[in-house]
C-alpha cells in the first residue's frame, strides 16, 4: 500500500522560507511510473495544486508560485519536498504531499499524505 | 487558467436520496476531469478520473458523465460515509485547477 507522511515545521515566520519532507513509502519515486505533487487547502477553503516532480528531476509548477518555490526529489531517502519562500499569512494551510499516477494525461491525484498545517505567524 | 465552478455549493440530503453536483469548465477540457471526496480533518480521496473512469475500490453508486465544458457526479442511494466535500478537477492544462467543492450533508 503507497503511503505518503508529510514532515515540516507548523509555524512559519513572515518572510521567511517553509521546508517541508514528504517520505514515500510502498512505491519508488524513481519508478517513472508517477509524478509527485504538493497540494494545499487553506482552512476551510478550496484545493489549490503548487506543483510536481517527475524522477528525472523535471519540474511542473502552478504559475502563482514559480517565482516562490522548489520541489526537488532525494531518490536515496525515497522522499521529495518543497521549499516555499517570502511566505504570508496568506500561505497559512494544510499542506498535502500527493502522488500523481500517470494515466493518459487524466493523471488522478491517487494517493495523499494526511497532510501537515502550516500556520505562518510571527 | 481554466477556472472550475461548483454547483450546487452545498445540498441537504437522506439516507437512500440520489444525488447530483455539477462541475463545469472555463473552456473545453474534454473528458480531462477528475472526482475527488474529502471528509472533514482528511485528505482527499480520488472517487473517478476521466469524467466517467471509476477508481479501484470506489463504491458503484458512484458515476460520473460529461464532457466538453459540464460534468456530473451522480450518488446513488445515499450512504451515511458519502456526506462530505466533493471537488472535481481538471487535468486538461498546467495548473490544474479545482472546482470549489460541494458539501453534502445530511437533511
Known amino acids: 500500500q503507497v503511503q505518503l507522511q508529510e514532515s515540516g515545521p507548523g509555524l512559519v515566520k513572515p518572510s521567511q522560507t517553509l521546508s517541508l519532507t514528504c517520505n514515500v513509502s510502498?512505491?519508488?519515486?524513481?519508478?517513472?511510473?508517477?509524478?509527485w505533487s504538493w497540494i494545499r487547502q487553506p482552512p476551510g477553503k478550496g484545493l489549490e495544486w503548487i506543483g510536481y516532480i517527475y524522477y528525472t528531476g523535471s519540474t511542473f509548477y502552478n504559475p502563482a508560485f514559480k517565482s516562490r518555490v522548489t520541489i526537488s526529489p532525494d531518490t536515496s531517502k525515497n522522499q521529495f519536498s518543497l521549499k516555499l519562500t517570502s511566505m504570508t499569512a496568506t500561505d497559512t494551510a494544510v499542506y498535502y504531499c500527493v502522488r500523481v499516477r500517470i494515466e493518459r494525461g487524466y493523471d488522478p491525484f491517487d494517493f495523499w499524505g494526511p497532510g501537515i498545517l502550516v500556520t505562518v505567524s510571527s | 487558467d481554466i477556472q472550475m465552478t461548483q454547483s450546487p455549493s452545498s445540498l441537504s440530503a437522506s439516507l437512500g436520496d440520489r444525488v447530483t453536483i455539477t462541475c463545469r469548465a472555463s473552456q473545453s477540457i474534454s473528458n480531462y476531469l477528475n472526482w475527488y471526496q474529502q471528509k472533514p480533518g482528511k485528505a482527499p480521496k480520488v472517487l473517478i478520473y476521466a469524467a466517467s473512469s471509476f477508481e479501484s475500490g470506489v463504491p458503484s453508486r458512484f458515476t460520473g458523465s460529461g464532457s466538453g465544458t459540464d460534468f456530473t457526479l451522480t450518488i446513488r442511494g445515499l450512504q451515511p460515509e458519502d456526506f462530505a466535500t466533493y471537488y472535481c478537477?481538471?487535468?486538461?492544462?498546467?495548473?490544474?485547477?479545482f472546482g470549489p467543492g460541494t458539501t453534502v450533508d445530511i437533511k
Open positions: 478537477q481538471q487535468s486538461y492544462s498546467s495548473p490544474f485547477t
Open positions: 510502498g512505491d519508488s519515486i524513481s519508478s517513472g511510473d508517477d509524478y
